[in-house]
């Protein structure tokens, strides 16, 4: 009962006036007065793009981060972007299946739907959900990269209701819903995949972790460790 009664709710503010409403015709209407050639762009971009995007931003973070000197710490916040991704999607499921809200051109008409054959539930939205749990997560490796994974992940929320699929409160919810997962389970990811990322980088796949390859403490002619190893202590630098 419950659930009905959230997905009512949540289906009322998609049917009725209200600034949720507004907002998705504000902006969908610039799809409406836009060129073709600018509406297929979005599209692609909102579609495909952005993700594809976030793939390349993060090849150039672990390009970069290999080369500090908390290298396994930096690529364990670079892997858990993606597991982050994979675990906000996960918990979304039964969110969606839970309030049911209809996607907006099924409640409304004189929509430019750029996407057809959205047929699932609308709240809260996939995309942007996935692309701001990879932004989250690659800001807790680096932040200038995380930065613009994050830039990314609005520009993925715009471009939704541009394209007629999403109302703007599915975007804020996927928006949330991507930062919670990425931050809260931060720690404890870390807490894992950092003694994970220091063995592999002392193995022959070192290079996966440090740009040298693997990297041994650098022993003094008593046999004891020049110098203590760096700490990880530091991950957004």
């Known amino acids: 009962m419950a659930g009905l009664a959230v997905g009512h709710l949540v289906s009322e503010a998609g049917a009725g006036p209200g600034p949720d409403n507004s907002l998705l015709f504000d902006i969908n209407g610039i ?4 060129p073709n050639w600018l509406d297929h762009a979005v599209e692609f971009i909102g579609e495909y793009g952005i993700v594809l995007g ?3 931003l993060m090849v150039c973070a672990w390009w970069s981060v290999r080369k500090r000197e908390d290298a396994p710490a930096a690529v364990a916040g670079l892997l858990w972007a993606p597991l982050a991704a994979g675990i906000a999607l996960l918990v979304n499921i039964p969110i969606r299946d839970f309030v049911k809200r209809p996607r907006p051109f099924v409640d409304h008409t004189g929509l430019d739907v750029l996407v057809k054959g959205k047929t699932d539930y609308s709240f809260v939205s996939d995309h942007a959900t996935l692309t701001m749990a990879i932004g989250v997560g ?4 680096n ?15 715009f471009c939704r209701v541009y394209m007629g699929v999403h109302y703007p409160t599915d975007v804020v919810g996927g928006l949330a819903l991507g930062t919670a997962v990425a931050l809260l389970l931060a720690p404890l990811a870390m807490m894992l995949l950092t003694p994970a990322m220091r063995f592999l980088a002392g193995s022959r796949a070192g290079w996966l972790v440090r740009s040298g390859g693997a990297v041994a403490p650098v022993v003094a002619a008593a046999g004891r460790p020049e110098r203590p190893l760096p700490r990880d202590n530091d991950l957004a630098a």
Do not use: D, S, T
């Open 31 to 34: 799809a409406k007065a836009a």
């Open 54 to 56: 976030l793939a390349v």
């Open 138 to 141: 690659l800001f807790v490796a």
């Open 143 to 157: 932040r200038k990269y995380g930065l613009i994974g994050i830039g990314l992940a609005f520009l993925e929320g």
